[in-house]
């Protein structure tokens, strides 16, 4: 399935039902009086998001989306029926926006949130409707409400706890199918990662955490190089960013470290807040430096870095380092969703630990 995260399609209410102007003619009854009906309202344009979807692929090429309009009134006390509704089904995490006024109109987190996007018109009234003791014959009527017409923008950002981040051939996609169930494309060219992958890793029973594997991010991004900035949004929901560096890149003559700056920079160029979040260096392809190499080669990297935050040393191909950064990450990620301990008030902890009032039994209200 082609992974597709932003669309922009057409939403239209169904406008409501004319009312009816109509009077009772029956053998025998001269002054039937009115019994036009109101109209139908016009079906509503909903959307739900649905965890069982991950793309916005069936909006890629059905770009117009119409509720019914609803029916007119009719005689003989007829209200009419209301028009259909259309439900439109997205994955979590997607955001809808007003194309026109670019205001955020929802964004929907959980699964089965359910919002009204577009809606329908209400119907006119018939003569029915303006019959009062003094006025028994109305000839009024209105006709129905036009309904809500939109154009709108549905952006989809995954969902996920970690984020990879870093530059192509780094071994991002190797970790993702290392750690989870995942299986993205692997291969010895750049940019084999097209696309977002998420894959869920399992630490334990009930313990688990997602993970995000975007395209790779090179130098010039911000200029369209490579993918360019296409893929970043779907890190802004990430509670911690994994900053991958080949220890031992193939070409002799690259600079991880300088790749890794540059990195940092074109994040800080695309957006301040997820350039602020919390990064990990992991420095990946450890099992091709020798032994004693590798204290010596880790430690010049994360001093030209300049880098305080934590290190892991990890090889995704053999899976050495990775239990432990499986392990630190599952922390760090409960820590963020626990929820926070209430810290009592201690101008009411006297009263709390004084003692209930007891009865006096010898009081006469008690007798």
Not at 95 to 112: F, S, Y
Not at 174 to 194: G, H, V
């Amino acid at each position: 399935m082609k992974f597709v995260d932003e669309v922009t399609i057409d939403v239209a209410a169904g406008n409501g039902g004319a009312g009816c102007a109509s009077f009772r003619r029956e053998k025998f009854i001269p002054f039937g009086g009115p019994d036009g009906g109101n109209g139908g309202r016009g079906g509503h344009v909903y959307v739900v998001a649905d965890r069982n979807l991950n793309t916005l692929v069936d909006f890629r090429y059905t770009r117009r989306h119409e509720a019914r309009n609803g029916e007119a009134g009719r005689g003989s006390d007829q209200f009419g029926a209301a028009g259909e509704d259309v439900t439109l089904r997205v994955p979590v995490g997607t955001i809808i926006r007003d194309v026109e006024t670019g205001e955020i109109i929802a964004e929907l987190l959980t699964h089965d949130e359910r919002i009204i996007l577009a809606k329908g018109g209400d119907g006119g009234f018939g003569n029915l409707h303006y019959k009062t003791s003094t006025n028994r014959a109305p000839r009024q009527k209105t006709p129905g409400w036009p309904g809500e017409i939109k154009n709108v923008q549905l952006e989809l950002r995954v969902l996920a706890d970690v984020g990879l981040l870093g530059m192509p051939n780094a071994g991002k996609s190797t970790l993702i199918a290392a750690i989870s169930n995942a299986r993205p494309k692997i291969a010895d060219y750049p940019f084999t990662t097209l696309h977002p992958n998420l894959g869920v890793v399992r630490v334990g029973p009930s313990q688990s955490f997602v993970v995000a594997d975007v395209p790779g991010l090179i130098e010039g991004a911000s200029e369209g190089a490579g993918l360019g900035h296409l893929f970043l949004r779907h890190l802004q929901r990430t509670r911690v960013l994994l900053h991958m560096i080949d220890a031992a890149p193939f070409d002799e003559e690259v600079d991880p470290v300088a790749q890794a700056k540059a990195i940092v920079k074109e994040l800080k160029k695309y957006d301040q807040a997820l350039y602020e979040k919390p990064r990990w260096l992991v420095l990946n392809k450890l099992d091709m430096v020798p032994a004693e190499e590798r204290a010596a080669r880790v430690k010049d990297i994360v001093k030209r870095l300049r880098w305080k935050g934590p290190v892991f040393e990890i090889s995704a191909l053999t899976r050495e380092g990775c239990e432990q950064l499986i392990r630190a990450i599952y922390t760090h990620v409960a820590a963020l969703n626990a929820p926070p301990i209430e810290v009592p008030d201690v101008r009411f902890a006297a009263l709390d630990e004084a003692p209930a009032a007891q009865p006096d039994p010898t009081d006469p209200r008690f007798r």
